[in-house]
């Protein structure tokens, strides 16, 4: 990969549709697919999608009085308040190798910036609320979360959720995720990907890149 700048930016304007379910209720939380997110920048490609509230639930199990074992949804705290924002992340390159830490990717939506949250991490916080019993949340974060420092390289992609929690804003369209890289002879760089929640459509821009990878 050709990353020569220490200051580098790439801008996707892509854009999701957050619908609200409307019409007759139903017995559970029911599966959702959102517009797939793609990010091409040299020969880093990298996808992105949205997982709902509904899915989170549908996928993980839900939380109430009783027991916490979904560790991506409802965050029971009012004081130290969290909003989750889960997306399924997938890496690849053709050539070149991509180091990924998750301190160093970001979610920004209003004025509430935070990084991608780690196993340990997640398991802390709902510690308090579980007393660290609940063995299904660990196997969940186990079995779907990146862990917290990743390389990608030819033949070697990678998947898994990133996950957000930070007291976000409810309202609001406009979000970013951004990534900052490095290569392992020393290079790196930043990837900002501006994302827009719509109610009632899915915007019909194509990404448009900037910067050094725009070449």
């Not at 990969?1 to 790439?10: A, D, I, P, R």
């Not at 609200?20 to 920048?41: F, H, N």
């Not at 992340?89 to 910036?113: C, M, P, Q």
Request: hydrophobic fraction near 35%; include cysteine.
């Amino acid at each position: 990969m050709n990353l020569k700048s220490h200051n580098f930016h790439v801008i996707v304007l892509v854009a999701l549709t957050i619908a609200v379910l409307a019409g007759c209720s139903t017995a559970g939380p029911q599966p959702r697919t959102y517009e797939t997110i793609e990010l091409d920048a040299a020969d880093l490609h990298i996808e992105l999608t949205y997982v709902d509230d509904e899915t989170i639930e549908y996928r993980h199990g839900r939380n109430d009085s009783r027991r916490n074992v979904n560790p991506y949804y409802k965050f029971p705290a009012v004081i130290t308040k969290k909003n989750f924002y889960v997306f399924e992340f997938s890496a690849a390159t053709a050539e070149s190798t991509v180091n990924f830490r998750l301190e160093d990717i970001d979610f920004r939506k209003g004025l509430v910036n935070g990084s991608a949250k780690s196993i340990k991490y997640l398991l802390r916080i709902w510690s308090h609320y579980n007393q660290g019993q609940s063995q299904m949340m660990t196997n969940t974060l186990e079995d779907t979360l990146l862990p917290p420092e990743f390389s990608v390289s030819p033949g070697n992609p990678v998947s898994g959720y990133l996950a957000f929690a930070e007291n976000y804003p409810s309202d609001g369209k406009e979000a970013e995720i951004s990534f900052y890289l490095t290569t392992p002879n020393g290079e790196s760089g930043r990837l900002a990907v501006p994302i827009y929640f719509y109610e009632d459509r899915v915007s019909d821009e194509l990404p448009v890149n900037t910067g050094i990878f725009s070449e």
